[in-house]
């Protein structure tokens, strides 16, 4: 992969970081509460009109008043762009790749959303499931290597064991990701869905591990299991597809 690709793919992800802040900011807070759409502090608009308002917005400070609010400076951008250079070293391209980087997209924000609060927004991860499976769809329509029907399998048997797991405390946002986790491993391979799944529970038990170790965190503590799920099969899916 060129390091122009690499470039152009962290130029892109640092834009979509940028465009999800607002979406992050409203969304970021505890279940039962209001979205917000303005500072806590001062009641101004955030991001304010325009494209500067959205640019000081990465700031992470309100344009009026200047307290912190929203995500931390830099921190989507960073992560999605990040994230999105090493996917385009790891050779994404076509339909699958839209993919993966559309799963990605997604869920860089939710990921930054379940580690404030705790939750998983409707307003992602239903298009990051449909977006997934109609992405998906398209590869299937072009030819590339996978199989769409075994997406599709892999998206209802992800979904229902999470669903499952629900009786032992999985949220129900991580319930209405699962389609996507389970449709962007499915398209390579069974393998890959066992392998995507049990790397998802496998981050989750080392970091829990880690943060028990450091007395931050206890065995009752609630780990948010979204970013854990994303990152899993996304690092899998990436590997699978030739």
Request: proline share 5%.
């Amino acid at each position: 992969m060129s390091v122009i690709t690499v470039v152009v793919a962290l130029l892109a992800g640092l834009a979509a970081g940028a465009a999800a802040r607002p979406l992050i900011f409203a969304r970021a807070v505890p279940r039962g509460e209001p979205n917000r759409r303005a500072c806590p502090a001062c009641a101004a608009a955030y991001p304010s009109p325009g494209m500067g308002g959205w640019l000081r917005a990465t700031t992470g400070r309100c344009p009026s008043c200047h307290e912190k609010i929203g995500p931390a400076a830099g921190l989507p951008e960073g992560l999605t762009g990040a994230a999105f250079a090493a996917l385009a070293a790891s050779g994404a391209t076509g339909w699958i790749g839209a993919a993966q980087y559309w799963l990605l997209a997604c869920g860089a924000a939710l990921t930054i959303i379940d580690l404030t609060v705790h939750r998983l927004p409707d307003v992602l991860t239903l298009p990051a499931s449909a977006g997934t499976l109609l992405l998906l769809g398209g590869a299937a329509l072009v030819g590339e290597s996978g199989s769409f029907w075994r997406a599709l399998e892999a998206a209802v048997l992800i979904t229902a064991l999470y669903l499952v797991l629900v009786l032992v405390g999985m949220g129900m946002g991580d319930v209405k990701l699962a389609p996507a986790v389970g449709a962007i491993l499915g398209w390579s391979s069974w393998t890959a869905v066992l392998r995507g799944a049990f790397a998802g529970f496998a981050l989750a038990a080392v970091v829990g591990l880690a943060l028990m170790l450091l007395g931050r965190a206890s065995r009752r503590s609630h780990l948010a299991f979204g970013p854990f799920m994303i990152a899993g099969a996304l690092l899998i899916s990436a590997l699978a597809v030739d």
